[in-house]
């Protein structure tokens, strides 16, 4: 099956200040990419995702980047705040209804 | 938030039990995933659901089995549970392939 690796395990960044989140992939026919933000004691929740047939997209302060060759997409959070703070997990999935999680990234934002 | 609840939210149990969790949707989609969540492994997938009755295997799904006979509750039972089952238990669902999937609050099994 596929197999996601994500760096780092955990990131503190200064309040204001950009974060990067890297997830590579093996398998290049994965072509579904999301990205969840867990909060202390509740499920994850989708922030972005990605598709293969589109190589960034954009919401506000978060954005994602895919690069196919490479078998890599990263989350980029900006300006980021307090409540920024959370473990982030991104995904793969090559077909259907099977998904392949990172091990997460817990990030502290430092006010 | 998705109108998703699991019941029991927390359950310790002894080895060798049977122990079923509940997943409940209010939302009328057709996918229902059941994940575990565990340190360093992050999620992963043990069974889904594409329709009633219609359930296929996950990544780690030896020990467990799962059922759906109404669109709005999906099963999962460990026939006899072990130490190594002891884990976060989160529901999931989407309306499609490759949507949104939307997650349930948790179940905390603990397995002495």
């Known amino acids: 099956g596929e197999n996601v690796e994500q760096h780092p395990s955990t990131l503190s960044v200064q309040e204001g200040d950009s974060a990067v989140i890297k997830c590579t992939y093996s398998d290049s026919a994965s072509n579904y990419f999301p990205w969840y933000k867990q909060e202390l004691g509740k499920g994850p929740q989708l922030i972005i995702d990605i598709r293969s047939n589109v190589g960034e997209k954009k919401d506000q302060r978060i954005a994602v980047t895919l690069n196919k060759t490479a078998k890599h997409f990263s989350l980029h959070i900006t300006e980021t705040q307090p409540e920024d703070s959370a473990v982030y997990f991104c995904a793969a999935s090559i077909t259907g209804n099977q998904f392949y999680f990172g091990t997460g990234t817990s990030l502290t934002v430092i006010p | ?112």
Not at chain 2, 80 to 90: E, G, I, K, R
């Open chain 2, 1 to 112: 938030d998705a109108g998703i609840t699991q019941s029991p939210r927390h359950k310790v149990t002894e080895t060798g039990t049977p122990v079923t969790l509940r997943c409940h949707q209010t939302e009328n989609h057709r996918y229902m995933y059941w994940y575990r969540q565990d340190p360093g492994h992050g999620l992963r997938l043990i069974h889904y659901s594409y329709g009633v009755k219609d359930t296929d295997k996950g990544e780690v799904s030896d020990g467990y089995s799962v059922s759906r006979s109404k669109t709005e509750d999906f099963l999962l039972t460990l026939e006899s549970a072990t130490s190594s089952q002891t884990s976060v238990y989160f529901c999931a669902i989407s309306e499609g392939v490759q949507e949104t999937q939307y997650f349930g609050p948790g179940t905390r099994l603990l397995v002495l």
